[in-house]
T-cell receptor, first 115, second 111 residues
């Protein structure tokens, strides 16, 4: 197994453009998470899926953000009309069903720079 | 609310032990974690401890948990330059799906 993979690793976009990030979780993991990390901070929870169902969304996730996991496997995070404040690293993570402490395993992250 | 606090910096000499401390607020946390992050990379799980344990050892790593004081520590024995990174303490929320992270402790190892 190759772990959690994210694509693209880096994205530079102009303010106002839309961007989409993709995450492929570890294959047997049914839970998938998106986090955002800015410089000097720890990751902040954005949203969580169990299979294809989006069960929780943070207040950090404004209307410009949408996440999907249509078949319960890979997930996408789209940011519409990007703003400079969206510049951050977007981390995807996955975990097994309960029983292993819900330990989450992270991908390498997708860096977004909005200019 | 849920909160995790860590000191921001720690500097040690190569070969010494490092101790990184963390306090958390959610007394119902079932699991507590330590993650390591190197520059430009994602977070790597180092170890975790169940809340009914007070110590866990894994090679050079020792985790101590004081549940009464809500204090967690990570000791790295024989610290190497390759251990230089940011270390994040984290707890899982009572719902069991949201992991709350501290701001990270930046460990500098001097040769």
């Amino acid at each position: 197994d190759t772990g959690v993979s994210q694509d693209p690793r880096h994205k530079i976009t102009k303010r106002g453009q839309n961007v989409t990030f993709r995450c492929d979780p570890i294959s047997e993991h049914n839970r998938l998470y998106w986090y955002r990390q800015t410089l000097g901070q720890g990751p902040e929870f954005l949203t969580y899926f169990q299979n294809e169902a989006q069960l929780e969304k943070s207040r950090l996730l404004s209307d410009r953000f949408s996440a999907e996991r249509p078949k319960g496997s890979f997930s996408t995070l789209e940011i519409q009309r990007t703003e400079q404040g969206d510049s951050a690293m977007y981390l995807c993570a996955s975990s097994e069903p309960q029983g292993s402490g819900n330990t989450i395993y992270f991908g390498e992250g997708s860096w977004l720079t909005v200019v | 609310g849920e909160d995790v606090e860590q000191s921001l910096f720690l500097s040690v000499r190569e070969g010494d032990s490092s101790v990184i401390n963390c306090t958390y607020t959610d007394s119902s946390s079932t699991y507590l974690y330590w993650y390591k992050q190197e520059p430009g990379a994602g977070l790597q799980l180092l170890t975790y401890i169940f809340s009914n344990m007070d110590m866990k050892q894994d090679q050079r790593l020792t985790v101590l948990l004081n549940k009464k004081d809500k204090h967690l520590s990570l000791r790295i024995a024989d610290t190497q330059t390759g251990d230089s990174a940011i270390y994040f303490c984290a707890e899982i929320n009572t719902g069991g799906f949201k992991t709350i992270f501290g701001a990270g402790t930046r460990l500098f190892v001097k040769a």
